[in-house]
């Protein structure tokens, strides 16, 4: 049985303007939530990249030659802060997606205010290219291009 079964819409609405004005709240809430989510994504990232970086450089100017007892561990740390990054910000991505798509479907259209949904939004725009800069982050490292 279809969740929606037996009823045309799950709710009733009625255009008017506070309910235009919660769609528009409910909306840049959203946008908040995947902005924060694109900020700590980008700080694992870099945080990430980072510490690969340093201890990589830790360990070639290591001019008492001493022995290191993981050499690899930094870098499998930096791959899983870039990953987890990564990640986060494709689920996050892919909430704000679902989440625009039910805001602008047929029972809200008419206290939405506008009567197309943008193709893409600048924040989403945005996300997208975060996830191009994690990956090819999440590259340099695992085959040490940098």
């Not at 939004?121 to 990956?135: D, K, N, R």
């Given at each position: 049985m279809n969740k929606h079964e037996g009823s045309e819409q799950r709710f009733e609405v009625t255009p008017t303007?506070?309910?235009?004005?919660?769609?528009?709240?409910?909306?840049?809430?959203?946008?908040?939530?995947?902005?924060a989510w694109a900020r700590t994504s980008v700080a694992l990232i870099g945080f990430g990249f980072t510490i690969v970086q340093f201890f990589e450089r830790l360990q070639s100017s290591n001019t008492a030659n001493l022995p290191v007892l993981l050499p690899e561990a930094p870098r499998d740390f930096g791959l899983a802060l870039i990953?987890?990054?990564?990640?986060?910000?494709?689920?996050?991505?892919?909430?704000?997606h679902r989440g625009l798509n039910y805001l602008w479907g047929d029972q809200f259209r008419a206290i939405a205010g506008i009567?197309?949904?943008?193709?893409?939004?600048?924040?989403?725009?945005?996300?997208?290219?975060?996830?191009?800069?994690?990956?090819?982050?999440?590259?340099?490292?695992?085959?040490?291009?940098?």
């Open positions: 303007a506070s309910s235009h004005f919660a769609w528009l709240r409910t909306r840049l809430a959203l946008e908040r939530t995947l902005m990953g987890s990054g990564i990640l986060a910000l494709v689920i996050s991505v892919w909430q704000y009567e197309e949904q943008p193709l893409i939004t600048p924040l989403f725009a945005v996300a997208i290219i975060l996830i191009l800069v994690g990956i090819f982050a999440f590259v340099t490292v695992l085959f040490r291009l940098s």
